[in-house]
Structure formats: C-alpha cells, structure tokens
C-alpha cells in the first residue's frame, strides 16, 4: 500500500465568502488524480457541508483530506462551542443557526444529514465548550 495523498486548508470562520474554497479545490484535485464523477461529488458534498457548519457555528476550523488506495478520508476539525446533542443535530431541519445566517439562505439544518448521506462512515467526536471533530469516509 502506497502512503496516502494528504491535502489541508484553512477554513476561514465567519467569511461566508471564502467558504467552499476546500471542497472545490479537493474536487479539482481529484478530478486531476482521475477519481470517478460519483466519488468526487459524495467528498465534495460531505466537505462543502462540513466547511460552511465550520464557518456558521465554529468560526471556522480545519480540514484535512487524505486519499488513500482504497478510500478518501475527510477530517473537519474546530475550537467551537461542540455540539450539545449529537442525536438531535443529526435529525434534518433541526438547526442552532442565528437568524442573519438564515437570512443569507444558509443554517436548514441539512448539514450534518447530508454528511452523513453521502460518505461510507462519519464518526463525530465533540466536547462543548472544546470543539468537534468530524471524520469522514467514502471508500473507493
């Protein structure tokens, strides 16, 4: 097995402007490394997802991809507040968004769902007041 190709940005918080900028270069990149059309869209869905939860609630964070033989590892990590009910933010509609975020057509609360919906596995590791990381997997 061959070592993994790693990528990692910045997710800038509170910049709404600048949010999707991974996932559509993580979309560029394995469109280059010729990965199918379905496998990039599922990471580039899960991703973009992930980046604007980061910028909403976390003022932003990290993300880590890493490409390996057999699978794509996403890894969305904060220093946000956590998330204080896993169940309940997995259910869809259900959001703590601020009213001015859901005025700019963002906080449906279909974030994590979607996540979820379109990788293989989503593992979520959070603590309040510390952070959550999210990790990823569409296997190839």
Sequence with gaps: MS???RFHYDVDGENFTSAGEASVAVKK???QLGYP???????SIAMYEGEINMVIHAN?????VEVHDD????ILADHGPGIPNVELAMQEGYSTARDNIRALGFGAG???PNMKKYTDDMKIDTEV???T????????
Excluded at 60 to 64: E, K, P, R
């Design 133 to 140: 990381t999210i990790t990823m997997t569409v296997n190839l």
């Design 3 to 5: 070592e993994p190709i």
């Design 37 to 43: 059309p379905d496998v990039i869209r599922k990471v």
């Design 60 to 64: 932003g964070g990290a993300a880590d």
């Design 29 to 31: 990149k394995l469109r």
């Design 110 to 112: 279909m974030g994590l």
């Design 129 to 131: 007041g510390v952070g």
């Design 71 to 74: 699978k794509i590892v996403i």
